[in-house]
C-alpha cells in the first residue's frame, strides 16, 4: 500500500494515487493526507483509483461514508475518483449513493477515466 500525492497547480487540484491492495483504515488514512494537501476552504481533489484494489465490504463503505461526512475539514469540496474496473467503480458508487445521504456540501463523482474527472472538478 503506498499513495503518491501531487498538486496540479495550474488547476488548483490535488491528486491521489493510491497503490496496491488498500483497506478501510488505509482509506482513512489516505483521506487525511489528502486533506491536509489542499489549501483553503474549497477543495478539489482527485483520487486516482486506477492503480490499486479495494479490499473493502459493504459495512467498510458505510463507515468510509461516515468518515467522510465528519472529519472532513472542508466547508466545501469536489471529489473526483477514477476507477476503471469494474469492481472498484461499483463500491465507488456505493460510497456516493451513501455520501448522498448526507447534509454537507461535499460533492462527489465517480468516473471511468480521468480526462472526464478533471473536467467536472474544474466546473
Given at each position: 500500500?503506498?499513495?503518491?500525492?501531487?498538486?496540479?497547480?495550474?488547476?488548483?487540484?490535488?491528486?491521489?494515487i493510491?497503490?496496491?491492495?488498500?483497506?478501510?483504515?488505509?482509506?482513512?488514512?489516505?483521506a487525511?493526507?489528502?486533506?491536509?494537501?489542499s489549501?483553503?476552504?474549497?477543495?478539489r481533489?482527485l483520487?486516482?483509483?486506477?492503480?490499486?484494489?479495494?479490499?473493502?465490504?459493504?459495512p467498510?463503505?458505510r463507515?468510509?461514508?461516515?468518515?467522510?461526512?465528519?472529519?472532513?475539514?472542508?466547508?466545501?469540496?469536489?471529489?473526483?475518483?477514477?476507477?476503471?474496473?469494474?469492481?472498484?467503480?461499483?463500491?465507488?458508487?456505493?460510497?456516493?449513493?451513501?455520501?448522498d445521504r448526507?447534509?454537507t456540501?461535499i460533492?462527489?463523482?465517480?468516473?471511468?477515466?480521468?480526462d472526464a474527472?478533471?473536467?467536472?472538478l474544474?466546473?
Open positions: 500500500m503506498d499513495l503518491e500525492i501531487s498538486c496540479d497547480d495550474k488547476e488548483g487540484v490535488i491528486i491521489g493510491p497503490r496496491g491492495d488498500i483497506d478501510l483504515e488505509f482509506i482513512k488514512s489516505a487525511i493526507k489528502m486533506w491536509e494537501a489549501p483553503g476552504e474549497d477543495a481533489i483520487w486516482d483509483m486506477r492503480n490499486c484494489r479495494l479490499r473493502v465490504q459493504t467498510d463503505i463507515v468510509w461514508a461516515e468518515f467522510a461526512k465528519t472529519k472532513a475539514p472542508h466547508r466545501r469540496a469536489r471529489i473526483a475518483f477514477v476507477a476503471d474496473e469494474d469492481l472498484e467503480f461499483g463500491l465507488l458508487r456505493m460510497l456516493n449513493a451513501f455520501r448526507d447534509d456540501q460533492e462527489l463523482t465517480i468516473c471511468r477515466d480521468i474527472a478533471m473536467v467536472w474544474k466546473r
